[in-house]
């Protein structure tokens, strides 16, 4: 959070700036790997809604501080744009989570890596469909490796894991998460311009937090949290505070600065650090066919930064 504010007030011509978004979206997908990994074990424990619920209650205190600090800007926020905000929060840090958290009950973490690298194709559609984005040779070539990686990696299958219905399953719920987080980087650009990225995720947060808070707790209460064992807390606290704020943060600044096309192109680093981890943590074997996708998906990074915006 701290590099997320400190980014924000550096001047336009300093050369680090120039690299510090590029910098900042590949932390980000490097971090969102990790969350595929850790959101995959806790989910043998959890649902879908239980460990939404409690990541985004670690981040919402996460966020608390800034909230006071940023309270009468919130104020200031038109109320049109405040309920585009809160949708926008809903929609990606709400129904994004619950979506992609079923999704990796169903199919592996590898896979659900490996399928997120699929949402730059998905955010330049959008970009040029909304006029947000210009299309180049370069984005465009970029984003066809990158679809081709995903088809190559995904259609393999893991050799631990028969290649079943319900992996299928999962996959296409991934793909369902992906459209929800491609039309955020999209769709969120003009508001990060008008209020700053940090500001508006801040309040999207808090937002898509409180909203569904006492509809969860009214149908769930709060027993079952004692339930909870201390592996799948520690990992819901990495999840929502490094996974939350400072991931979705430091992505949101990226955007403001490179675009949701070139920022969002960052993701395909995410099946390098899932699929290592899914291999380490969770005994997860790759095919050739895996490792061929993945090598095509990263190479799409290079090829989608040739031209600048």
């Not at 680090?16 to 043998?44: D, E, K, N, R, Y």
């Not at 465009?140 to 190559?152: K, P, R, S, Y």
């Not at 920022?263 to 066919?289: F, K, R």
Request: proline share 4%; glycine share 8%; with cysteine.
């Amino acid at each position: 959070m701290t590099v997320a504010a400190w980014t924000l007030g550096m001047k336009d011509n300093s050369e680090l700036h120039t690299v510090l978004p590029h910098i900042s979206a590949g932390f980000a997908a490097c971090v969102a790997g990790s969350s595929v990994v850790c959101t995959a074990i806790v989910m043998q424990s959890l649902n879908p809604i239980e460990a939404t619920f409690l990541r985004y209650a670690v981040a919402f205190i996460c966020i608390l501080p800034f909230c006071w600090l940023y309270w009468k800007r919130f104020i200031k926020i038109s109320p049109k744009d405040f309920f585009a905000i809160l949708f926008l929060g809903l929609m990606f840090f709400f129904t994004f989570p619950l979506t992609f958290n079923k999704a990796l009950q169903l199919t592996t973490a590898a896979h659900g890596a490996l399928i997120l690298a699929v949402l730059p194709s998905l955010s330049l559609l959008f970009g040029v469909f909304f006029r947000v984005e210009k299309l180049n040779y370069y984005k465009l070539i970029g984003c066809i490796i990158a679809v081709a990686g995903v088809a190559i990696g995904v259609s393999s299958g893991l050799t631990k894991t028969a290649y079943s219905t319900k992996i299928i399953f999962g996959d296409i719920i991934m793909f369902l998460a992906i459209i929800q987080g491609a039309a955020f980087t999209v769709i969120s650009k003009k508001y990060f311009e008008r209020y700053g990225s940090w500001l508006v995720c801040i309040l999207a947060i808090a937002l898509a937090f409180l909203v569904p808070a006492p509809v969860i707790l009214s149908a769930y209460g709060l027993s079952w949290v004692l339930g909870v064992g201390q592996n799948e807390l520690l990992l819901l606290l990495f999840l929502g505070s490094l996974g939350v704020p400072v991931q979705f943060g430091l992505f949101a600044w990226s955007i403001s600065k490179l675009g949701p096309s070139r920022a969002s192109m960052y993701i395909v680093l995410t099946p390098l650090s899932g699929t290592a981890l899914a291999i380490i943590i969770l005994g997860e074997t790759v095919t050739v066919n895996f490792l061929i996708g993945l090598f095509f998906v990263t190479y799409a990074i290079y090829i989608a930064n040739q031209l600048n915006e």
